[in-house]
Structure formats: structure tokens, C-alpha cells
């Protein structure tokens, strides 16, 4: 349970990070996109992948900044994580409220 309020707590640091690191995907694959072999990569696969690599690099990085061990789990939950990212940079906030909204309501 004190897991639970922690993260209810931090909700808008981790809504910022997920928008600092969709913004980052989105920059790096409007950059990226035009350039030699990734011309040929469509653009959502191109965001995916991007996504998840930064995100756990963003992870790891954290980490060793705070000087703590990674688990296995931990990794696991920063793809999850590059995965929402990767949603928020390809179809945008709207998309992702109303996701939350209608499975939200069954989930009570």
C-alpha cells in the first residue's frame, strides 16, 4: 500500500519525465527519419524503438546518478514504461486520456 501512495504522490514527476522523454523521441526520430537507412524503417516502428531504448538508458542512467542497484524488475517496468511513451509520442496526450478514461471505468 505505501508503494501505491508513493506513486500516487509523484504522479506529476512521472507525467513529466513521460512527456520530457516522448518530446525527446519525438525530436531524435523527426531528426533520424530522413537520414540513410531509417528512410526505410516506417516511422512507428522507428518510434517504438526509440522509445524504449531511451527510456531504459533515461532509467539507468537515473540510477547510477542516485547511486542505487537495478533489479530485473525495474527494467521490466522502464519498457513498460518506454511503451506508454512510445503511445504518448505517436497518437499524443488526448489518446491516452481517453484510454485511462474508458478503461478506468471498469476497472472500479
Given amino acids: 500500500m ?4 508513493s506513486v500516487i504522490a509523484n504522479m506529476t514527476i512521472i507525467l513529466a519525465i ?7 523521441v519525438s525530436v531524435v526520430t523527426q531528426v533520424i527519419k530522413g537520414v540513410g537507412v531509417f528512410s526505410k524503417v516506417p516511422t512507428d516502428i522507428l518510434v517504438f524503438v526509440l522509445s524504449i531504448g531511451i ?12 547511486q542505487t542497484s537495478i533489479l530485473w524488475y525495474m527494467i521490466l517496468a522502464a519498457i513498460i514504461a ?6 504518448v509520442a505517436m497518437y499524443g496526450w488526448e489518446k491516452l486520456s481517453e484510454l485511462w478514461t474508458r478503461f478506468g471505468k471498469d476497472v472500479k
Wanted: charged share 5%; aromatic share 20%.
Fill in 2 to 5: 505505501d508503494i501505491i501512495q
Fill in 18 to 24: 513521460i512527456g520530457t522523454l516522448a518530446f525527446v
Fill in 55 to 66: 527510456t531504459v538508458a533515461a532509467f539507468v542512467a537515473y540510477m547510477q546518478y542516485i
Fill in 82 to 87: 518506454g511503451f506508454i511513451v512510445a503511445f
